[in-house]
């Protein structure tokens, strides 16, 4: 090192130093406004599950699991929410292949077609779809299916509803996801003489496959809590059906019923057990997605 | 180096195999900006054909035409004509699918397919066309990746995804994946500019093997490797093609003064 060197190296210790312990501070400071503010989203969060598990844990066992709303009594206590269960499954598998279908086809539409005249009228549609109320949709399938004798109330109207509320969220997935995979993917597929469907089917489309799977996911958890669609579609059914033709119960209807005709603190309870559940699902497909985009 | 532009090899293919790709004042549009402008040149059969130039003068942008690479870049227009075999490949009743598998191409970046093998990265080509013929993807993904030079060092793990090769080696998968389809036309940007030296012998070797079956165009900036490889030498300059010549011929006695400017090493 010459002369020249070593002063400016020493200087440059002595500089770093004076502005480290003002920095350490602000660090701190920073530090703290950030748990601070952690804590704050927190607690309602805290305060939410811990109201819903305090209060439902005592009705959870496995009857609970094993037993329709039909078996319950206010007298000899009893029953659960297998129907609810069984429903919401078959109503979120049914919403589900809808979404997938219409929400990949579309998001694949939107992405790789993106010079067709007709993309920009269906991103707007998607975008309303998105923000029309769930209650809504709910009315709207009704119209469509149940007042016009094409059905009657039945999962399979129910299905269709919620289905309608997850399109856009798979839409919106697919669209991005794709809108990821970068254009030199595309051309190599295609400078091997493949034609561009089956490059977007066979190619790009698998490359944003666990984008796709997370926002399905994330769709499928935000259906399953929804009681509004379903009042007027799929009813509710006190028993286990497995017919999609016929009413239909869900967990969201079930707690909503068991809060309102609950007679005794069990019943009450009951109710309380039937929102864990749910919360519990919800829980466990949101941690699914996350999981399976964290793996990309 | 005592022959170091392989003189006979140009003459001897150069002047003799009919014309394979043609192209009659092509120019290329990015939106207003003429990228590349009126060129006209022809490429003959069984050659090799280099561009060269300064970074940024038109030579990727000329390459993608040939193969209607462009037909998907938005604001992209090709002009003029381009020839194959005497067929404008531009012309209204010409199907760029058909164009892209008779004319291959390798990228100036690797690009392997993300989710697949190894394997499949090279299998795609004619899986994807429908062979389900067991025994023919793996002869033709083994020829392929012997022909990039690749076979060696993957053998044993082709089930491993592409991705998770290095860049050299990504860049010679693309290659293989290129010969699988069994091209006619082999375009190539700068296919060995990440790679090290063994295996840019080994993939100048492969073009010199090739040549029996294929017309090259091959863009580099390595006038080493133009010399070494190529018939022909196109030298680009800010979009206009300044001079088409035999390899042998431009580089000991280039026509136009940038030329020699260029290859000397005076500028780009
Ligand atoms: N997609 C594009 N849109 C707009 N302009 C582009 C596009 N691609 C290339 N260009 C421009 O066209 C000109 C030619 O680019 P091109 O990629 O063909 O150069 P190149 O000769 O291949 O350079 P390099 O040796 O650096 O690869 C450049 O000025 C570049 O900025
Ligand atoms: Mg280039």
């Known amino acids: ?110 992405a790789e077609f993106s010079e067709h005249p ?39 109207a129910g299905g269709v509803a919620l289905g309608l509320i997850m399109i856009p969220i798979i839409v919106r997935a697919t669209e991005e996801v794709l809108k990821l995979v970068p254009t030199n993917i595309r051309e190599a597929g295609l400078a091997l003489g493949l034609p561009r469907w089956k490059v977007t089917l066979s190619i790009v489309l698998p490359a944003a496959s666990s984008g796709i799977i997370t926002g399905a996911i994330l769709g499928v958890s935000r259906v399953s809590g929804e009681a509004a669609p379903l009042l007027f579609t799929s ?62 | 180096m005592s022959n170091p532009f392989q003189v006979q090899v140009a003459e001897r293919t150069a002047s003799t195999a009919a014309i394979r790709l043609e192209a009659k004042d092509v120019s290329i549009f990015y939106g207003d900006k003429e990228a590349v402008k009126k060129v006209g040149v022809s490429f003959r059969s069984n050659t090799v054909n280099a561009l060269i130039g300064p970074s940024g003068c038109g030579k990727t942008t000329f390459l993608r035409a040939i193969n209607r690479m462009h037909d998907l870049t938005p604001g992209a227009r ?57 025994s023919k993807l793996d002869g033709v993904v083994e020829k392929s990746l012997r022909g990039a030079a690749l076979w060696e060092e993957v053998k044993d793990r082709l089930k491993a995804p592409g991705a998770s090769l290095s860049g050299g080696q990504q860049q010679r998968l693309c290659i293989a994946r290129a010969l699988s389809v069994d091209p006619e036309i082999l375009l190539m940007d700068e296919p060995t500019s990440a790679l090290d030296p063994q295996s840019t012998a080994r993939i ?28 022909t030498t196109s030298f680009f300059l800010l979009g206009d093609l300044i001079e088409h010549s035999p390899t042998a011929q431009m580089f000991t006695n280039p026509k136009d003064q940038r030329t020699e400017a260029y290859i000397s090493g005076k500028f780009g």
């Open chain 2, 204 to 231: 100048e070797d492969l073009m010199e093997s090739l040549k029996e079956q294929v017309t090259i165009v091959i863009v580099t900036h390595n006038m080493q490797q133009a010399s070494r490889v190529s018939d």
């Open chain 1, 235 to 296: 009813l509710g059914n006190p028993d286990l059906v497995w017919n999609i033709l016929q009413p239909m119960g869900a967990m969201p209807l079930s707690v909503y019923n068991l809060a309102f005709k609950a007679l005794t603190p069990a019943q009450n309870a009951q109710a309380w057990a039937g929102a864990l559940v749910l919360m519990l699902f919800i829980l466990m497909t949101n941690i699914a997605a996350r999981t399976l985009s964290k793996r990309r």
């Open chain 2, 78 to 134: 090709v002009t003029g004509q381009l020839m194959l075999d005497g067929i404008n490949l531009y012309g209204s009743d010409v199907d760029p699918v058909d164009v892209r598998r008779r004319i291959g191409m390798v990228f100036q970046k690797p690009n392997p397919f993300p989710t697949m093998s190894i394997y499949d990265n090279v299998a795609a080509g004619l899986k994807l066309a429908g062979e389900t013929n067991k």
């Open chain 1, 1 to 110: 090192m010459t002369n020249a060197q070593e002063n400016t190296a020493v200087q440059a210790k002595t500089f770093t130093r004076t502005v480290s312990s003002a920095r350490q501070f602000q660090n701190a400071f920073v530090g703290g406004l950030i748990a601070l503010g952690t804590g704050i989203v927190l607690i309602p969060l805290f305060l939410i599950v811990g109201q819903v598990i305090f209060n439902g844990i005592s009705a959870i066992s496995v009857d609970f699991f094993v037993q329709t709303e039909r078996q319950m009594s206010a007298i000899t206590g009893g029953g659960g929410v297998l129907n609810a269960i069984v429903g919401t499954i078959i109503m979120v598998g049914l919403a589900l292949v809808m979404g997938l279908l219409i929400g990949i086809g579309t998001g694949i539409f939107l």
């Open chain 1, 118 to 156: 007709l993309v920009p009228l269906i991103r707007v549609m998607s975008d309303v779809l998105t923000g029309i109320p769930a209650i809504v949709v709910g009315l709207v399938v009704y119209g469509l299916l149940i007042a016009t004798k094409l059905t009657g109330y039945s999962a399979i």
